[in-house]
Every structure is written in structure tokens, then in C-alpha cells.
């Protein structure tokens, strides 16, 4: 079995470096940079899967895109009852819930406030819905966090992972300032050693010149 990661610069597939590192399995990681003009991912990451987008996993003759998919295919198959809860296991609903919800809500209007001044702000209406939709997302996420360590039961899984990438944009993107549990949860995640391990291996996850997080 070979683990083939794609990864491009300033982006999600931190998340799965973080993952396997954490998991201590053999892998090898391709780097993908950014066009330095557009920020956008290039040719050489659209020639491994048509939507050009990382992370990308390429497990021997199976290709796989989608974080959240990426995450949960290498716990259920490499996790040895880590990382997640499994199913019929105590947990496994909200588990599905957060590493559902931060891709699928969370992270469009999270991303584009933070990329707002790359494109000289949206619209005043547009603002607005940003505005509300990262308030009550991150408000939500954030008194979920209040007094727990881990998104989900007493242990770290791939939701941590997920979450972690969100909070840290919006960190980034200055979102951060009234949601006290998610400021000290993305603090902690920052501390663990595969987090480090990762940022050194695959770069920090957003870019301060080019807003790059996307
Ligand atoms: N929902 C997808 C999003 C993938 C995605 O948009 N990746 C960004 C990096 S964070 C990307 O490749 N952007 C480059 C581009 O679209 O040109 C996931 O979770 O994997």
C-alpha cells in the first residue's frame, strides 16, 4: 500500500499532513505551489485530479479529494480505533456533525471575510450575510468548545483537525475576538507536536501577504 498526499502550499491539506503524522503512517507528500499572481492552485495540481483543488490522496490506484472525505477514509482504514469514533460507538453522531459542518457551513463564509480585502470588500449586502453567517457559526462552535478539550468526547480525532483549520483562518482573518473557548481551543491544537510536525513539513496554512487561505 502506497499513501500518496497532495499538498498544496498555504491550505486545507495541512490538515491531512497533521492527520497522518498523528497517525504515524508512511506517506509521501508532493508540494504544490501557488501561481505567486493569482494565489490560485496551478496545472500541476489540476494534471493529478480535474478539479485542481488539495488536498488530494492517492492511495495506490485510488484517488480521493474532499478534506472531510480524506479524513474520515484514513481513520476508519488506518485510525486502529483512534481518531474517531466508530460506528455504533458512543459519539459517532456528533462526530459526523462537526466534521460535516465545518467544511459544509462553516468554511465558505469563514474563507471569503477573510479574503474580502484581496478582492476590495464585497458589497454592503454581502458584507452583512458574511457577517451574520460567521457570527453564528463561529458563536456556535464556540459554546460548544466552552469547557471541553476536544470537539467530541475526551479524545483528539479528525474533528479536531477539521475545526482546527477553520478557527485558525478565521484566527487569521482577525473573527476571532468575542469566541474566548475557540481562541484557547485553536491554541492548544497549535501546541500538539503532529500540528508543529506539519506547519514544518508542509508550510504554514495561510499566507499573511497573499491572504491565501483558500
Ligand atoms: N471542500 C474542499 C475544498 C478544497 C479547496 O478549495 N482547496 C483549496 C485549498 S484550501 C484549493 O485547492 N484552492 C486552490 C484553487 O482553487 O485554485 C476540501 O475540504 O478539500
Redo the contacts with the bound molecule.
Keep these: 500500500m502506497t499513501i500518496t498526499l497532495h499538498h498544496?502550499r498555504?491550505?486545507?491539506?495541512t490538515r491531512i499532513i497533521w492527520l497522518l503524522e498523528e497517525m504515524g503512517v508512511d506517506y509521501e507528500l508532493v508540494q504544490h505551489d501557488?501561481n505567486p499572481e493569482t494565489h490560485?492552485?496551478q496545472d500541476d495540481?489540476a494534471a493529478i485530479h480535474p478539479?485542481?483543488?488539495?488536498?488530494v490522496l492517492v492511495v495506490d490506484d485510488k484517488t480521493i479529494?474532499?478534506?472531510?472525505a480524506?479524513i474520515e477514509y484514513l481513520v476508519e482504514t488506518y485510525g486502529e480505533g483512534r481518531f474517531g469514533p466508530a460506528p455504533g460507538e458512543e459519539g459517532r453522531g456528533a462526530y459526523l456533525q462537526w466534521m460535516h459542518m465545518v467544511?459544509g457551513s462553516m468554511?465558505m463564509p469563514v474563507i471569503l471575510t477573510l479574503l474580502s480585502p484581496r478582492f476590495g470588500g464585497f458589497s454592503d449586502p454581502m458584507e452583512a450575510f458574511l457577517g451574520g453567517e460567521v457570527a453564528k457559526l463561529l458563536g456556535y462552535a464556540n459554546d460548544h468548545m466552552q469547557g471541553r478539550d476536544f470537539v467530541v468526547g475526551d479524545s483528539f480525532t479528525g474533528a479536531d483537525i477539521n475545526l482546527t483549520y477553520v478557527v485558525e483562518i478565521a484566527n487569521a482573518g482577525s473573527m476571532l475576538g468575542r469566541y474566548s473557548a475557540l481562541s484557547e481551543y485553536l491554541k492548544r491544537m497549535m501546541e500538539r507536536p503532529h500540528y508543529k510536525n506539519a506547519i514544518e513539513i508542509g508550510g504554514p496554512v495561510v499566507s499573511g501577504a497573499a491572504r491565501g487561505?483558500?
Excluded at 498555504?10 to 491539506?13: A, E, F, G, L
Excluded at 479529494?65 to 472531510?68: C, H, I, T
Design positions: 498544496l498555504y491550505s486545507r491539506s501557488r490560485r492552485a495540481l478539479l485542481g483543488k488539495a488536498p479529494v474532499e478534506s472531510g480524506i467544511e468554511a487561505g483558500d
